[in-house]
């Protein structure tokens, strides 16, 4: 017999209190575009306050500077986004800026010839995470455009460059999210999620459960 609408959400509700894990369950954006394995674990073991690094309070004090030095009417700053995925999962991020209809991201960068363009105006185009997030915030806020700003690390020049709302691309986070939903329903039973691999080669390096792989499988030591 099919369950009727929404009961397994509530149900889900019910084994959520009786585990005593928050409800609604987030998964933030940003997660989404690293490794996979990383944001259930983050999730389940509740880590992401303690996860910021060094180049993460950097781009928050960027944000503050705009904020507090650039007055500009109608603009609205650090809106926060949701957008309901499943069985009490919700995906949350933050928008850095809304103008009227338009998303506006600001990106502090360093530049370095022998990792990237070497300068700001060599840059052809914003990094793959930087628009997935931007294109996630677009079409959990139902916008179509948005701008991603791009500042200069040695003098705060800046770019900003254009992203247009991409729904397909949107449904491939969503089913990154669901990746994590399974990962984290593993932890919850005793099972680690092994079949989880990294995105990128070297994000293992400066992981905060670098430990915890190591003592199951070390991923950094085979073709991801
Ligand atoms: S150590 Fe590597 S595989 Fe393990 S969670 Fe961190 S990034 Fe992912």
């Known amino acids: 017999m099919e ?20 409800s609604p369950r987030k998964i933030w954006v940003t997660s989404l575009s690293f490794c996979l394995r990383k944001a259930a674990l ?23 500077w705009v ?16 957008y309901e995925i499943a069985d009490g999962w919700v995906l949350v ?15 502090l960068k360093g ?8 300068s700001l105006n060599g840059m052809e185009e914003p990094s793959k995470t930087w628009k997935e ?8 806020a139902g916008l179509q455009e948005g701008y991603i700003y791009v500042f200069d690390r040695d003098g705060l020049d800046f770019r900003y460059f254009r992203v247009e709302k991409d729904e397909e691309a949107f449904s491939k986070m969503l089913g990154r999210a669901r990746v994590v939903m399974t990962g984290v329903g593993e932890l919850e039973q005793g ?9 990128y080669t070297n994000e293992c390096d400066s992981c905060i459960f670098r430990a915890i792989c190591g003592a199951i499988d070390r991923p950094w030591e085979r073709p991801t």
């Open 42 to 64: 983050s999730t389940y073991l509740e880590t992401s306050k303690y996860e910021r690094t060094g180049e993460m309070l950097l781009g928050t004090l960027l944000h503050r």
């Open 133 to 140: 997030q931007l294109n996630a915030y677009l079409n959990m």
């Open 111 to 118: 530049f370095n010839p022998e990792n990237g363009p070497g």
């Open 67 to 82: 904020q507090e030095n650039v007055e500009f009417e109608g603009i609205k700053f650090e809106v926060p986004l949701e």
């Open 191 to 199: 099972k680690f999620p092994a079949w989880i691999k990294p995105r």
């Open 3 to 22: 369950n009727p609408d929404g009961l397994e959400t509530f149900n889900q509700e019910i084994r959520n209190r009786i585990a005593g894990r928050r």
């Open 93 to 107: 991020g933050k928008a850095d800026a809304i103008l009227g209809d338009k998303i506006l991201e600001f990106k």
